[in-house]
């Protein structure tokens, strides 16, 4: 199965400060069709974890442009700008590449 | 509007059987694949294993000993079987589109 190490576990940044994520695959994502099917979601407190961004680096519906994500291969980051307090919570990256599909380990975002 | 929702037993008891179902709505089940992510209390999620638009299913490796999921697409509903439950079983079970997420079924393995 495909491995995804998520760097750093956690994260403390300040209210208006930048957070990157790292997600680095055990083997390449890129698809026998070229597509990356890489993707990024949020687990806020207490909720189901929601959508950010698919396919590397594009913003599911309803995301504000302060996610970005990047990346090629086994090398993928999440950016997030402009940090706010409704950011908070547990970011996963999860690969569909291949099956089975797999999660990575997570990384809390928290305040400074 | 996609929505999905959970419904099953809070409690089961070691070596039971869990079921769980997923009605949804929203979107047709042979359009779309629907799958089953566990997450244990203060831990990562964990894919459990998926069923597609056509039918076909996929599991997880370390689960497809003991794990079964089906539909019956006239009621938009997925169902999740998994057999010889133990502690180390419980977790949120969420059913989800992966773009698209239930509220959870929160079960506890305990006698």
């Known amino acids: 199965d495909v491995v995804l190490t998520q760097t750093p576990v956690s994260l403390l940044i300040s209210l208006g400060g930048q957070a990157s994520i790292s997600c680095r695959s055990s083997?390449?994502?890129?698809?026998?069709?070229?597509?990356?099917?890489l993707h990024w979601y949020l687990q806020k407190p207490g909720q189901s974890p929601q959508l950010l961004i698919y396919q590397v680096s594009n913003r599911f519906s309803g995301i504000p442009d302060r996610f970005s994500g990047s990346g090629s291969g086994t090398d993928f980051t999440l950016k997030i700008s402009r940090v706010e307090p409704e950011d908070l919570g547990v970011y996963y990256c999860?690969?569909?590449?291949?099956?089975?599909?797999?999660f990575g380990g997570g990384t809390k975002l928290e305040l400074k | 509007q996609v929505q999905l929702k959970e419904s099953g037993p809070g409690l089961v008891q070691p070596s039971q059987t869990l079921s769980l179902t997923c009605t949804v709505s929203g979107f047709s089940l042979t359009s779309y694949d629907v799958h089953w992510v566990r997450q244990p209390p203060g831990k990562g999620l964990e894919w459990m294993g998926g069923i597609w638009g056509d039918g076909s299913t996929a599991y997880n490796s370390a689960l497809k000993s003991r794990l079964s999921i089906s539909r019956d697409t006239s009621k938009s509903q997925v169902f999740l079987k998994m057999n010889s439950l133990q502690t180390e079983d419980t977790a949120i079970y969420f059913c989800?589109?992966?773009?698209?997420w239930g509220q959870g079924a929160s079960v506890t393995v305990s006698s």
């Open positions: 083997q390449s994502l890129v698809h026998s069709n070229g597509n990356t099917y």
């Open positions: 999860l690969q569909r590449t291949h099956n089975p599909p797999t």
């Open positions: 989800t589109r992966l773009d698209a």
